[in-house]
């Protein structure tokens, strides 16, 4: 077993992604070979501050598995943190697990992504109300918390005969929600999971602009927020597409093909069947 620790890591979080970026990354190997028929890893994120995935195992030619501790506080905050990442794979199955997982206040105790011959799901062990409980997300489950970040369960994606299946995938400013209002409440959020480098608008601010924008009625939304965004950090921002995430970070995914068997039987030759004819008779 691979083991790693990274001390004074306290969370895998959008506000912490530089760090843990600056740790992770190149540490495994970060696209899965030709000839795998199952991989798995613990966390990657990518947009503003990308992350290779990490820990990442691939299979064949041999069974691997590898452990990620990240120490640090109680895991009680409001944004995205994990204590520990635990992967494993070998010929066409997979399971990525991730144990204390925090995803914006709501505490799981296992958050995991199984694949097993080109089949797979997600489950969720323990939450806040249910300590024991298990629970299987349906595909493509999400948590609708605010405009400014989305949370996916169980997303499932198949190329060819190979599928992925992505535990948890949070979107920090979803390219889909740009129309929607925004509340201080939202801003207020945004603040706590932005890079401590990035420069965010007040609400004042915001309003400031959408009255001078080319659609002054109605509330701020949520574009006001990415112009106000670009404006103030040209740098960070300049060149990303209107309809990209500012991040996006995924949690515990697991991929695995579907083992092809050869059913074919071997042709036989078709057994001889008789030709009536006439032949002529000499003396």
Do not use: W
Not at 40 to 57: K, N
Not at 159 to 179: E, N, S
């Amino acid at each position: 077993m691979n083991s790693r620790k990274l001390a004074g890591v306290s969370a895998a979080s959008v506000g912490a992604a530089t760090a843990v970026a600056a740790l992770l990354l190149g540490t495994l190997p970060g696209s899965a070979g030709e000839d795998t028929t199952a991989s798995a890893f613990g966390i990657a994120a990518e947009g503003l501050l990308p992350i290779s995935p990490t820990p990442r195992v691939e299979a064949p030619p041999d069974e691997r598995k590898a452990l990620l501790e990240v120490p640090g506080d109680d895991h009680k905050g409001q944004g995205i943190s994990i204590a520990l990442l635990k992967v494993e794979a070998e010929h066409f199955r997979s399971k990525a697990t991730a144990v204390k997982v925090n995803i914006l206040g709501l505490r799981l105790r296992v958050l995991e992504a199984s694949c097993d011959n080109g089949h797979g799901e997600s489950s969720i062990i323990g939450t806040d109300g249910d300590s024991e409980g298990t629970s299987n997300p349906y595909a493509g489950q999400e948590l609708d918390l605010s405009p400014v970040v989305s949370v996916e369960f169980n997303r499932q994606r198949r190329d060819h005969d190979r599928l992925t299946v992505d535990a948890a995938v949070v979107r920090l400013l979803p390219g889909d929600r740009r129309t929607a209002a925004l509340s201080q409440k939202d801003l207020d959020l945004f603040k706590s999971l932005a890079s401590s480098k990035m420069a965010v608008p007040t609400m004042d601010q915001l309003q400031a602009a959408h009255a001078k924008s080319a659609t002054p009625a109605g509330p701020v939304t949520v574009t006001d927020l990415v112009g106000a965004l670009k404006t103030s950090n040209p740098s960070l921002l300049g060149n990303r597409g209107d309809g990209d995430a500012l991040e996006t970070i995924v949690i515990s995914s697991a991929s695995c093909e579907k083992r092809q068997e050869n059913n074919q039987q071997k042709e036989e030759a078709p057994p001889p069947q008789p030709v009536e004819t006439h032949l002529p008779v000499t003396h």
